[in-house]
């Protein structure tokens, strides 16, 4: 706060970091936030209800081969370390992760 001085607003930490509203008006900047605010309190609520549904029904929204996508690392899914292995080549080298 100290570094803003009176420019300070709360919730405001570093919201536009690659200046694409920099000349922009400050309604147009007060707009996009709000909207911004929107999306993630909707998107917040979109995953209590996936939790919420889970919970209650006893089973996963999401199964099947799609899920291994979704939940676990990239780097542990084989087809994806196979395209990453054609693409610069494993040339002996030992894995990174090793459990």
Do not use: T
Request: aromatic share 14%; charged share 20%.
């Amino acid at each position: 706060k100290e570094e803003a001085g009176d420019a300070f607003e709360p919730g405001d930490v570093f919201w536009d970091p690659l200046a694409i509203l920099q000349d922009a008006p400050p309604s147009m900047r007060r707009n996009f936030q709000q909207r911004e605010l929107f999306n993630g309190r909707i998107a917040m609520l979109a995953v209590a209800c996936f939790i919420f549904e889970e919970a209650l029904m006893h089973k996963p929204l999401i199964s099947g081969r799609i899920s291994q996508f979704l939940f676990e690392p990239a780097y542990e899914v084989p087809e994806i370390q196979a395209f990453f292995d054609s693409l610069f080549g494993s040339q002996g080298a030992s894995p990174v992760f090793v459990e």
